[in-house]
């Protein structure tokens, strides 16, 4: 039985899949899941002598060659404890623990820790593409030991997806959370790109008045140019598919409540923990929060006096401007993104190479877009870029979305039309690139109530004033 390169545990989709894909590349993978009924199932869907079917976990780790290579696509959280507490005692000290869930990283840095005391390799590997991607080429984000990564070297990069120019969609990235880290800014990401795209359909659709067809014609047409990507590839088809039942529109019959994962909300958080700015990130986040409160938005609506939304503009104008803000809110976005990245990987000693990040982003995943080809390209140009917006490819094209981008935000306050995360990501822009803000005012308030202290433009030192005590002798 000692045959298989592999091992995996999780048969749901995405295990499925996977295991699919590593068994198409030529590896052999035994496959285990704690309800056998689902194995079973699979097997018998999905013949494939590269594939060994495991009842229980004694089995499934005598089908594989040492040092054992196990690949866990569980749900994070207490299930990926629980089967590693499983799996220890059946192990050998070298053996290697892949979690290729979405967990997070700071879990990831604890199982790194806790079993590398035991002699086991731990690694955390983000895996991002979706059902599709499992199977036919994820982008993969490996962190852990490098001593455990190069065994599972060929075969991650195998079955990972290929950028344009042929190079993989993996890489080494990291010590211990270093591969869950980027996943979850990954996804951080994601949450700001749909919001952005959201916004602007939004703004097309009930600014400019264009219906489900000429919808569908703008985002088709903006998937030949600088937007091209994934999500504005399915955004197009997304409105061309017709609901069965009413004959309408189908996005149009959707409830317009977003979920979330909490992956968004995890990229927040430790944006707070970092002092690094991310409003454009977190706007997206806020805006499936609102729009969770769906029965008092609808009667709020009721209650609240509502402007009149009719647009009396040039509709092509208004579509050039949408493009071009669209535009320059992603970079902003991805802008934020990287500079968290950057963040991280200084204060949990990371060395992240930021070009390679982006470079892994470029097939395969979710974000997957022309764009990151030169937002790699700004990395490799300037490895310690501080910002995107610094490098001449990207500041060149805000300098010329500028007036388009205010224009269409301007349009949409006048609509009424909420654009948190458009909107956000223009004030991050103003705000990065002004010489002088007005904390100046916030800290003399805070020196005023709390004795804070403030610093000085004309001289160093730190500084207190009786501010109530000069008011009153005044």
């Known amino acids: 039985m000692e045959q298989n390169d592999v091992g995996l545990i999780g048969l749901a989709v995405m295990g499925q899949n996977l295991a699919r894909n590593i068994a198409s590349r030529g590896f052999h993978v035994a496959v285990y899941n704690r309800t056998t009924s689902k194995t079973t199932d699979f097997v018998a869907a999905h013949p494939d002598p590269g594939i060994t079917p495991t009842t229980d976990l004694k089995e499934f780790v005598g089908a594989l060659k040492s040092p054992r290579r196990i690949l ?12 590693i507490a499983q799996l220890q005692p059946l192990l050998d000290p070298g053996d290697i623990i892949i979690d290729g869930g979405n967990s997070l990283f700071r879990d990831t840095e604890r199982r790194t820790t806790a079993l590398a005391d035991t002699g086991f390799n731990f690694m955390g590997v983000g895996v991002s593409g979706g059902e599709e991607g499992a199977l036919h080429g994820p982008s993969i984000m490996p962190g852990g030991p490098r001593e455990a990564y190069t065994p599972m070297e060929p075969i991650l990069t195998a079955i990972a997806a290929h950028a344009p120019d042929g190079t993989p969609c993996v890489a080494y990235l990291g010590p211990r959370g270093a591969g869950h880290y980027v996943k979850m800014v990954h996804n951080g990401i994601e949450y700001g790109d749909m919001q952005l795209i959201a916004e602007a359909y939004d703004l097309l659709a009930h600014g400019a008045g264009l219906d489900a067809q000429a919808l569908a014609e ?11 990507s994934f999500l504005i590839e399915i955004t197009a088809h997304i409105f061309t598919t017709a609901d069965t039942e009413t004959g309408r529109p189908l996005v149009d ?41 769906k029965e008092e938005r609808v009667a709020a609506a009721k209650s609240l006096t509502q402007p009149e939304r009719h647009f009396k503009g040039d509709q092509q104008a208004l579509v050039a401007a949408v493009r071009a803000a669209l ?37 395969g995943c979710i974000i997957r877009a022309r764009f990151l080809d030169d937002v790699t390209a700004a990395f490799r140009r300037q490895a310690d870029l501080p910002n995107l917006l610094l490098d001449h490819t990207f500041a060149t094209a805000i300098a010329e979305r500028d007036a388009q981008w205010r224009s269409a935000l301007q349009t949409a306050t006048e609509l009424a039309i909420p654009t948190p995360a458009m909107s ?21 308030q805070r020196d005023y109530f709390g004795a804070h202290t403030y610093q000085r433009v004309d001289k160093p030192g730190t500084f207190h004033t009786e501010w109530a005590a000069n008011n009153q002798e005044h």
């Open 72 to 83: 866990l696509m569980v749900q994070a959280g207490d299930a990926v404890d629980a089967t």
């Open 218 to 228: 703008v985002f088709n047409e903006w998937n030949q140019g600088e937007l091209q």
């Open 253 to 293: 019959m959707i409830l317009d409540t977003a979920q979330q994962k909490g992956t968004g909300k995890w990229t927040s958080q430790n944006s707070f923990d970092l002092g690094i700015p991310i409003p454009t990130i977190n706007a997206a986040v806020e805006a499936r929060m609102i729009s969770a409160l």
């Open 327 to 363: 535009y320059a809110s992603k970079i902003c976005a991805y802008a934020q993104g990287m500079a968290l990245l950057r963040g991280a990987s200084n204060e949990y000693q990371y060395d992240l190479d930021l070009g390679i990040v982006a470079s892994l982003w470029r097939a």
């Open 424 to 444: 956000s990501a223009l004030a991050y822009y103003d705000a990065y690139r002004s010489a002088r803000l007005p904390a100046n005012l916030i800290q003399a």
